[in-house]
């Protein structure tokens, strides 16, 4: 019967059409402006589950979605990460300060980053390591080869799961190799390059020798105390013990924004997507002399804060009736 036929080929063209439009929406890139929302929400689902959604890693290795202008966030600090992780490029007249390393395809861009905003990477005396996950550990070797008068910095736990990380990877389409222990860094230690005074802290839970850095950040003069804590996510947990760890490093930080004397009121963020810093820079652009410093928010920094503990509150509970079963 003839009218089957256009029938037919109109529903094989409809169902053609619908698979198309599936691969794309597949094919859909995250966001192509480094939006902070649908990042976050993604990596809350691989936080909860352990397991890294598709689309959230075919966009982590996506380098033109991934690439950030690299900016200035305050007089001597400046954003030279990618888009999901961060590298925060500390700067004194006499040597540089560099939190973390990034990792494969960008540390050399990284590199260029710093040229591109008129600083050289061989003034670069310290490159701090917040922890020893490969998306901030992962280009240690390549900067070290880049950067020969630079001292590496790690917690002696960081030093060991870097290692242990790394080693995990050999013969993987991931594989990298992590440096040797160079500087190892402890609670309250300042390192000091120029007139930069780096002050670490031991901050374990998202992994057990994760460090985070207090450091000042100035604004036309004005003095600022920033923090980078060295770890934010869940997805590396191995039990209650660690979640009470996280905790315990949430609340102190969190005292750090409270010190009478002294108070942190900037969190400059291993991640951006976590406290929105991709929008909140954008912020500097349109800025009015004299008007706030967009990313100097200590209320912010403090609901960051408190929403991880919420959420952790509630991993402790799984983590506690898992290991009681
Ligand atoms: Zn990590």
Not at 173 to 181: G, S
Request: aromatic fraction near 8%; charge should be neutral.
């Amino acid at each position: 019967m003839t009218f089957t036929t256009p029938l037919l080929r109109q529903l094989a063209l409809a169902a053609a059409l619908a698979t198309a439009a599936g691969q794309a929406a597949a094919q859909d890139p995250l966001t192509t402006r480094c939006e902070s929302a649908p990042i976050a929400a993604l990596f809350k689902v691989f936080g909860d589950t352990g397991r890294m959604p598709p689309d959230l890693g075919r966009f982590l290795q996506d380098a033109a979605l991934q690439k950030i202008e690299p900016y200035k966030a305050f007089d001597n600090v400046y954003y030279v990460g990618v888009c999901w992780v961060s590298a925060w490029l500390i700067t004194s007249p006499k040597g540089h300060v560099l939190i973390d390393a990034l990792y494969g395809p960008f540390t050399t861009p990284m590199l260029d980053n710093i040229r591109q905003l008129g600083f050289n990477p061989q003034d670069i005396r310290q490159v701090v390591i917040t922890h020893g996950h490969f998306d901030h550990a992962g280009g240690a070797a390549t900067l070290k080869a880049a950067l020969p008068q630079a001292r590496f910095a790690m917690t002696a736990e960081g030093w060991r799961e870097a290692a242990e990380a790394a080693a995990l990877t050999t013969g993987r389409p991931n594989q990298w190799a992590m440096i040797a222990p160079d500087m190892v860094v402890t609670d309250g230690q300042v390192l000091q390059v120029g007139d930069i005074r780096l002050q670490a802290f031991e901050t374990p839970g998202h992994t057990m020798g994760t460090a985070s850095y207090a450091f000042d950040a100035f604004d036309g003069g004005k003095r600022h105390r920033a923090f980078t804590v060295g770890g934010l996510g869940l997805n590396a947990i191995k039990g209650p013990e660690q979640v009470e760890a996280f905790i315990a490093s949430l609340q102190r930080i969190r005292a750090l924004t409270e010190d009478k004397t002294d108070p942190v009121t900037t969190h400059l963020t291993t991640h951006a997507f976590s406290n929105g810093l991709t929008e909140n820079k954008e912020l500097l652009k349109g800025r009015q002399p004299g008007s706030p410093h967009p990313l100097v928010d200590p209320q912010g920094f403090r609901s960051q804060l408190d929403a991880l503990q919420a959420g952790a509150e509630q991993r402790l509970v799984a983590e506690r009736a898992k290991k009681s079963n």
